[in-house]
């Protein structure tokens, strides 16, 4: 049985069998792991970041990310654990002296090798080009070779000399079972910081509690004994109110010494031994005096009416 023009299909055109797995090219996927940003898929530039499962980010499209986190991104699902600024690193790297880029190749007729890189492991001398593991520190951001570490083991960091423990260190690029981990521990550690933050509050409000309440209660101390100064302030202003007492208490005996006494009786003049001239100058003489019948029958403000 033949087609149009006598030509003969085989097996393989008629039976469509199971599709085959497409592989991924490893020097391709190299490539954009260690020269390219895992969120914007530029190339990587300074100020080079990386969070806490060993990703590599431009700072700069980190930072748009965290300001505009609108559910259209499609490239956001690799910066989801990023919460905030805090949660990457900015990394210390070495570059690679033997590294020229795209000084050379300015006509593009120039081979480029995939094998060289631009950062190299400052202790062994080993290219940043995914051939061989990475990691960085958390606590300085220095990268390393893991084969330096290995090999010259310390709890310093080699470049800048910061204490760093097991947990800080982080692997770079690594495999699924390596970002497992990492996830592990970085929930650990987020879980850890929440509990802080919840302790730290009710420790906070018992200070303030208890420094609102010595204010407003001072102890036994601060009403015994107070400073020097204010007591004798104190001392000098009972001085002078006693003082000012006593002046006024002898003023008033003073002045009250010309009166007679309270249980003496006053003196009238009508008993007095005085004329009866003077006398009558008086309204309490009985010249003074009128009777009903010469009184008036309203009531006057003169001082003979009585």
């Given at each position: 049985m033949g087609c149009d023009g006598g030509t003969i299909p085989k097996r393989h055109e008629l039976v469509k069998g199971p599709k085959k797995v497409e592989k991924?090219?490893?020097?391709?996927?190299?490539?954009?792991?260690?020269n390219?940003?895992?969120l914007s898929q530029e190339i990587l530039r300074r100020p080079i970041v990386?969070?806490?499962?060993?990703?590599?980010y431009n700072k700069d499209a980190v930072i748009e990310f965290l300001l505009d986190k609108s559910s259209e991104k499609a490239l956001g699902k690799a910066a989801s654990?990023?919460?905030?600024?805090?949660?990457?690193?900015?990394?210390?790297?070495?570059?690679?002296?033997?590294w020229e880029g795209d000084k050379g190749n300015t006509k593009g007729d120039k081979h480029d090798d995939l094998q060289r890189a631009r950062f190299i492991c400052p202790v062994v001398g080993l290219e940043m080009n995914g051939r061989h593991r990475f990691c960085f520190l958390r606590c300085c951001g220095c990268v390393f070779s893991e084969r330096a570490l290995k090999e010259i083991k310390a709890e310093v960091c080699h470049t800048c000399g910061a204490a760093f423990q097991e947990d800080d260190v982080i692997v770079l690029n690594g495999t699924k079972e390596d970002v497992e981990v990492l996830k592990g521990r970085m929930e650990e550690r987020r879980l850890r910081a929440k509990l802080g933050k919840k302790a730290k509050k009710p420790k906070a409000a018992e200070s303030v509690s208890k420094s609102d309440v010595s204010e407003e209660t001072p102890g036994p101390s601060k009403i015994k004994t107070g400073k020097p100064e204010e007591t004798s302030l104190d001392s000098r202003e009972k001085k002078t109110n006693s003082a000012l007492k006593s002046a006024a208490a002898n003023g008033s005996s003073s002045g009250k010494a010309g009166k007679?006494?309270?249980?003496?009786?006053?003196?009238?003049?009508?008993?007095?031994?005085?004329?009866?001239?003077?006398?009558?100058?008086?309204?309490t003489h009985s010249s003074a005096k009128r009777s009903k019948e010469e009184s008036a029958h309203w009531v006057t403000h003169t001082s003979y009416c009585f």
């Open positions: 991924v090219d490893k020097d391709a996927e190299l490539v954009a792991q260690w390219y940003c895992a990386a969070c806490e499962l060993g990703r590599l654990h990023i919460k905030s600024i805090k949660n990457v690193t900015e990394l210390r790297l070495s570059d690679n002296p033997a007679p006494p309270c249980g003496a009786t006053k003196r009238s003049i009508a008993d007095s031994e005085e004329s009866e001239a003077y006398k009558s100058l008086f309204t």
